[in-house]
């Protein structure tokens, strides 16, 4: 990935994060966004979120996506770039196959 797309992704995820924390009400959930992948042409970013507690994930997802339109809009404010990416968020679920892979891994051994 180019240096300038990394760079990027990293202001979204930095100023997104403060946007979500101030302006969406998501009441004992914390959110933490795992990272972002945007679009080359600027259009779409596709923003990976982890949660705790696990069990409101989806909830989060859905909420994020519906208020996706106010976030770009704070977005724009904060950010200047030529294009806001629309956004779209999704769960991050590499931790959860990292977790399953570990399992699997362990009762390989136990059985050895």
């Known amino acids: 990935m ?7 992704n990293e202001l979204i995820l930095q ?5 979500i924390t101030r302006e969406v009400e998501l009441p004992n959930i914390i959110v933490t966004i795992t990272r ?3 679009s080359k042409d600027l259009h779409y970013s596709t923003v990976y979120i982890s949660v705790l507690p696990d069990n ?8 994020l996506n519906s208020v996706s339109k106010h976030l770009r809009h704070k977005l724009n404010k904060k950010i200047i770039l030529r294009v806001i990416p629309k956004l779209e968020f999704r769960p991050d679920i590499s931790e959860r196959q990292a977790t399953d892979i570990d399992v699997l891994l362990d009762s390989l051994k136990e059985q050895e």
Do not use: C, N, S
């Open 2 to 8: 180019p240096d300038r797309m990394l760079k990027i």
């Open 15 to 19: 100023q997104l994060g403060e946007v």
């Open 36 to 38: 972002i992948t945007t």
């Open 56 to 63: 409101k994930l989806d909830y989060a997802v859905k909420k």
